[in-house]
Each structure stands twice: as structure tokens, then as C-alpha cells.
């Protein structure tokens, strides 16, 4: 596939990925929106985090950041989630796209293994905004990515629990670069959404390992 060379191709290129065909609200499943997809992509790009990189992507969904860090160069993308058919439709767009330099694994991210050796690590796990009084899932997803030994984190948090993140990264041994910020489109998908959208705050942290 011809080498992407404008972020704006990038972000057509994700906007056919389908969003999560049976979304689940114990799995907190939102898809990410392909202008936020490309933005993070292309800015890790920027920093040498993708091309000819082995890039993981722990709980991939449909695929977004896989086949966007296969796209632009990857190495390897290798995408992992606990949603059977999420991983089957990250599958399928793979194979029509042509992407001979992807992987998608079933698995529990918190109970995942890889067999290869990681460069960077991108992940959206479930915001866990309603558990942070005893750890949310986005946690368990920093502690993981930490077992894994990547050389740098992607990371999206609520962006209300920054001051309370950074103090956790730092205790957990890493060491934060960026952080990049983006107005995230929640749609009403699940019963108890009482508005057509609802825009929620975020934040990507970028940290690298203090070994």
C-alpha cells in the first residue's frame, strides 16, 4: 500500500472502520472517532513511535489504532480485546484494506501475554470514571502496559483525573513527555444515556519507561 504522507488521508482511510457492532456497557465500549484516531496516530508518527515500531493495541476494539499504526508504517500492529466480535470486524477491515503487517488476539488485556517484543503500546481502555474511588479499568490497563515493557505508553484517562494520573505514573515508573488533549463524542448507545451525545474531556499521556 502506497506510504500515507498527509494526516487527512490518514483520517479518510479510518473513517470506513465501523464502530463496535454490539457494544457493551460492562466493556464501556466507545469508538474512538477517526479525527481523534489520526490526530494521536500522526503525532506518534512525528515522534518515532510507529514506523518500523512493533505497536500494540490493548483493548483494539473494531481496530482503529492497529490499522492506523499498520498504515503508517508499523513494523507490526497487533491488536488486542476481550470482544469476540469486535475482533472479528477488525479482522475483516484488515483483510480488505490488505494489511499483510497486522495480528489480532482474543484475550483479557489484564490477563494477555505477548510473544513479542514491544515498541509502543496505544491504548483507549474503558475510562472507568464511575469505579475511581477503587481504581478504575484504565488503571489495570497502566499496570499491564507496564508488566509488557514498551519503550513508550499511549494512554487515554479522564481528563478530570489528571493531577491524580500523573502521580500515579510516576509512582508506577514511568516517565511522562506529552500530554495530549481532545473533546471525545460519547453517542447515546446505551439505555442509561439520557442525551443524543454527550462531549467528555480527555487526555493521552505519552510516558516512556524508567527502567
Known amino acids: ?84 466480535e469486535s475482533i472479528q470486524l477488525a479482522r475483516e477491515i484488515s483483510n480488505k484494506l490488505e494489511l499483510g503487517n497486522v495480528d ?15 515498541d509502543t503500546i496505544i491504548q483507549n481502555p474503558p475510562f472507568g470514571s464511575q469505579k475511581r474511588a477503587k481504581g478504575g479499568e484504565d488503571l489495570n490497563f497502566v499496570r499491564k502496559a507496564f508488566l509488557l515493557k514498551p519503550s513508550v505508553l499511549y494512554s487515554f484517562h479522564m481528563a478530570s483525573t489528571e493531577e491524580f494520573l500523573i502521580n500515579f505514573y510516576q509512582k508506577n515508573g514511568f516517565n511522562i513527555t506529552h500530554i495530549f488533549r481532545y473533546n471525545f463524542p460519547i453517542p447515546k448507545i446505551y439505555e442509561f444515556h439520557t ?17
Open 104 to 118: 489480532y488476539i482474543l484475550s483479557d488485556v489484564c490477563e494477555f501475554n505477548n510473544g513479542f517484543d514491544v
Open 195 to 211: 442525551k443524543e451525545k454527550q462531549n467528555v474531556n480527555v487526555i493521552v499521556i505519552r510516558a516512556l519507561l524508567d527502567f
Open 1 to 84: 500500500m502506497k506510504k500515507i504522507t498527509k494526516k487527512k488521508h490518514l483520517e479518510m482511510k479510518l473513517q470506513s472502520i465501523p464502530p463496535h457492532p454490539n457494544p457493551k456497557v460492562g466493556l464501556e465500549q466507545y469508538t474512538t472517532p477517526s479525527i481523534i484516531a489520526s490526530d494521536l496516530i500522526w503525532n506518534a508518527y512525528s515522534l518515532g513511535d510507529i514506523e518500523n515500531m512493533n505497536v500494540l493495541d490493548l483493548g483494539c476494539g473494531t481496530g482503529i489504532f492497529t490499522i492506523a499504526s499498520a498504515l503508517m508504517g508499523a513494523n507490526l500492529a497487533c491488536g488486542v480485546d476481550v470482544d469476540k
